[in-house]
């Protein structure tokens, strides 16, 4: 019998390389094997019981039928109020969608803004999922590559040029996912300028906003100019901050015309996210938020572990990030060189090695578009990161 005929826009993606990763790593620990997971693109902490409980009680309320597509209005409300004193920005309730995660929000804004070939900007390393779900709806990712030296933050210059007559948006996380990147009001200054002149749209993916150190405060591109607040979809969700990852809630706020395509295109697939987990957002947002500062704290701890562990291990180098739960070492000292006889070529070679042998799971930088790295999440207990840390330095003490 043939294959089946698949259309061709599902060839023109691959499968998450975090999630296929994470797999492996749980794979081999159900096998038995002590693995370090440094993998992980999620919280390591429980949800908060006051949000856990909000959901039961709206599952013995009855609250388990379909709502409106875009999410419930007390929700949706929430999520004025909570954009309103957190960032500044005044909402009303038809310039919010709630989603299916920030991920659904994002792909909805891919399918009801692009056209076959319009560009998107989106700066590298960068989210994979980003490059996927622009290709898949038919647009063209343009990929502006940043450096260490800059602190993975794009130059005026690399945007600049990046721009053509079919750019059509600009797509920023902050912080980054993977690289912990942080923006400068001066940096989105220049970003939010940039697309007024060119006429172009932006996203600003703000999920991150809630773990940063250093006293970093970021600032929504939306709040920096009358062109951003118009111009700009804000998107977040309760997945990161609150430690909500399996409850696929996400939200994104901006032209009303643009949420009400996203809510119609969910009308028609999705439906609305389920019931229970818009209770439990709502409790999230509006709820106790105590736990938030207690995770970012570990988190800051951990950070401040992870990075000097690094940066003490000979061949490399890690830049410290000031928000999400990732580092982003350069490991491009020991390519060319063999592990046990093994060549190493690259991110993946680095990787693979490194969790057959000495059990510790990592995202290779390729997977983000830069081969020089590996991302490591740090939302993992501190003792696991200090094996995890020991046992990368006896891996790479056998590099030769
Ligand atoms: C985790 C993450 C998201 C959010 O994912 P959800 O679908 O809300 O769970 C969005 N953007 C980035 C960059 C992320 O790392």
């Given amino acids: 019998m043939s294959r089946p005929k698949l259309n061709r ?39 908060p019981d006051n949000i856990k409980m909000a959901a039961v009680k709206s599952i013995a309320d009855g609250f388990t039928k379909y709502t409106a597509a875009g999410g419930i209005n007390e929700l949706r409300d929430a999520v004025v109020e909570k ?56 647009g063209k990712a343009v990929i502006v590559n940043t450096t260490e030296e800059n602190g993975f ?8 040029k990046a721009i053509t007559p079919k750019t059509k948006m600009i797509w920023v996380n902050n912080p980054t996912n993977p690289t912990g990147a942080t923006y400068t009001v001066d940096d989105l200054k220049f970003i939010v300028e940039l697309a007024e002149k060119n006429d172009i749209w ?45 409850w696929r809630i996400g939200y994104t706020c901006g032209d009303a015309e643009v949420i009400g395509a996203m809510i119609k295109l969910q009308s028609q697939s999705t439906s609305n996210p389920t019931s229970i987990a818009q209770c439990a957002a709502l409790e999230a ?28 291990i000979e061949g490399i180098s890690c830049f410290k990030p000031k928000g999400a739960f990732y580092v982003f070492p350069n490991i491009s000292s020991f390519f060319g060189k063999e592990y046990e006889g093994k060549k190493i070529n690259g991110s993946m070679d680095f990787a693979e090695l490194l969790l057959e042998h000495h059990h510790v799971a990592v995202v290779p930088g ?22 995890g840390i020991k046992r990368l330095k006896e891996f790479v003490e056998k590099i030769k």
Avoid at 15 to 33: D, H, N, Q
Avoid at 289 to 307: C, H, P
Avoid at 370 to 386: N, Y
């Fill in 9 to 47: 826009r599902i060839g023109l993606i691959q499968p998450s390389m975090t999630i296929g990763i994470s797999a492996k790593a749980k794979e081999l620990r159900a096998a038995g094997v002590n693995v370090i997971n440094f993998s992980a693109g999620e919280p390591d902490f429980d949800t």
């Fill in 83 to 138: 954009e309103k004193n957190k960032n500044g920005l005044e909402y009303k309730r038809e310039n919010v969608c709630i989603s299916v995660g920030a991920k659904h929000a994002l792909f909805n804004i891919a399918a009801v803004m692009l056209e076959e070939g319009d560009e998107v900007i989106i700066i590298a390393p960068y989210w994979v999922t980003y490059e996927a779900i622009v290709s898949y709806v038919g």
């Fill in 153 to 160: 933050v794009p130059t005026k210059e690399q945007l600049e």
């Fill in 202 to 246: 932006l996203v600003s993916d703000e999920i991150y906003e809630d773990i940063v150190f250093d006293g970093y405060k970021p600032v929504s591109m939306a709040t920096l100019s009358d062109y951003a607040y118009e111009r700009t979809l804000v998107v977040n969700g309760v997945s990161k901050t609150y430690s909500m990852t399996g």
């Fill in 285 to 312: 947002l509006t709820g106790d938020q105590d736990s938030v500062e207690k995770m970012r704290v570990q988190f800051e701890k951990r950070r401040d572990y992870i990075v000097d562990a690094l940066n003490s």
């Fill in 366 to 387: 390729i997977a983000f578009g830069d081969d020089r790295f590996l991302r490591m999440s740090f939302a993992t207990s501190l003792e696991d990161i200090q094996e």
